[in-house]
């Protein structure tokens, strides 16, 4: 009975070590540190707001998308789908942004290759300060940091006034 068990147990360990699940991985994982989280942060903040090609081009990755509700309710898009769905679409529509201060108040999450922080800017006509959510996927396939997704919400309607628009609340 004892062998029988052990036998078993020894087939078990034996399929396990034998199934692709228990051999090493090809490749491991690479994490950003925090300094490096910090970097992206910084970048990410130089595409928005002191947006130049060079920067767009070597850290924004090759199957980069940016994704925002708010920023479609401006575009006419249609909400849930991709903003500017390639890096090309989002160099197109940074070289018409007129710079503006983006401060950073703070970085609340670093996963592996995510960032979750929060931003601010006051600008323009209103003056009035927009908060911004901003969620960062990166990617290291280049070599170094780069930045695959940015997922960005604000407060649209304050953003609208900064830019001379109007609206009018009904009800």
């Not at 090809?26 to 925090?34: F, V």
């Not at 090759?62 to 479609?72: L, R």
């Amino acid at each position: 009975m004892r062998s029988s068990c052990l036998a078993t147990i020894l087939a078990v360990v034996g399929s396990v070590l034998a199934s692709p699940m228990g051999q090493p991985r090809a490749e491991t994982a690479t994490c950003m540190s925090r300094t490096d989280a910090t970097n992206i942060v910084e970048i990410y903040r130089k595409l928005i707001a002191e947006y130049t090609d060079d920067l767009a081009n070597k850290y924004c990755s090759d199957d980069f998308k940016d994704v925002s509700d708010s920023i479609n309710t401006f575009l006419h898009n249609p909400f849930g789908q991709p903003t500017f769905p390639t890096k090309k679409d989002f160099i197109a529509a940074q070289e018409y942004n007129p710079p503006f201060p983006l401060v950073v108040q703070s970085v609340d999450a670093v996963d592996c290759t995510a960032i979750a922080l929060q931003w601010s800017a006051t600008f323009g006509d209103a003056q009035k300060p927009s908060k911004g959510i901003t969620i960062l996927k990166t990617t290291n396939q280049a070599g170094w940091w780069q930045i695959k997704e940015i997922d960005v919400e604000f407060n649209s309607l304050t953003w609208l006034q900064d830019m001379g628009g109007s609206y009018v609340w009904d009800g």
